[in-house]
């Protein structure tokens, strides 16, 4: 199977990298924009900050490139966000893959730290990268933006408020966890995202 991590100036790449190698998976990183095409499966990572993510995509050609790929894409944490239509991190306009805001998470009380950082249960689970056996296990985030309920909230986790934990449109899938530092249930994402999506 042919495997593409899209590289661009986000962090976490090489650990998703590490997880897809756990697999099985020697997956390729590139910017190249006929690799990404050819790929049988996409995995579009990150770590970093909204504005400057879109602004080095823009300036790549990444932009027009992803919405139109027709094979399964995964984008995990900040892949995830620039997936949707806009984010309040730099006030930006994203890849309008999922017709969704990105809003930053407000303290309730005290006791409410932002970032989210952390172990927490996914709930309500309906997407091809989720079994059965996924409904209330722990995984990993690392976040201060999230994303509402909406029409394409495949998971969803309740901190400071219910957020949509994943998204799914079509051949598009997305966490706000991180798979890769989730350990078995991540690897048992990431083995269904690469088996069960078409």
Aim: hydrophobic share 40%; charged share 20%; glycine share 6%.
């Amino acid at each position: 199977m042919n495997v593409v991590i899209i590289r661009y100036n986000a962090g976490n790449i090489f650990s998703v990298k590490n997880a897809l190698k756990r697999v099985g998976i020697e997956p390729v990183i590139t910017s190249d924009k006929e690799l990404i095409r050819k790929a049988d499966k996409i995995i579009f990572p990150g770590v970093g900050e909204a504005s400057s993510t879109m602004l080095h995509l823009k300036k790549s050609g990444l932009d027009q490139l992803i919405p139109e790929l027709k094979q399964p894409v995964l984008g995990i944490c900040l892949g995830m966000q620039v997936m949707c239509s806009h984010s309040e991190e730099g006030n930006v306009d994203c890849l309008g893959i999922f017709d969704a805001e990105v809003k930053r998470f407000i303290p309730q009380s005290k006791e409410d730290k932002v970032p989210h950082m952390g172990w927490n249960n996914l709930m309500n689970t309906k997407s091809a990268i989720f079994d059965t056996s996924i409904e209330d296990q722990f995984v990993y985030f690392v976040h201060s933006y999230y994303v509402p309920l909406n029409e394409h909230t495949a998971a969803t986790t309740d901190y400071i408020l219910p957020f949509s934990a994943a998204l799914n449109k079509d051949n598009f899938y997305a966490t706000q966890f991180h798979p890769e530092k989730s350990g078995v249930v991540g690897e048992g994402i990431l083995n269904n995202f690469l088996s069960n999506t078409k």
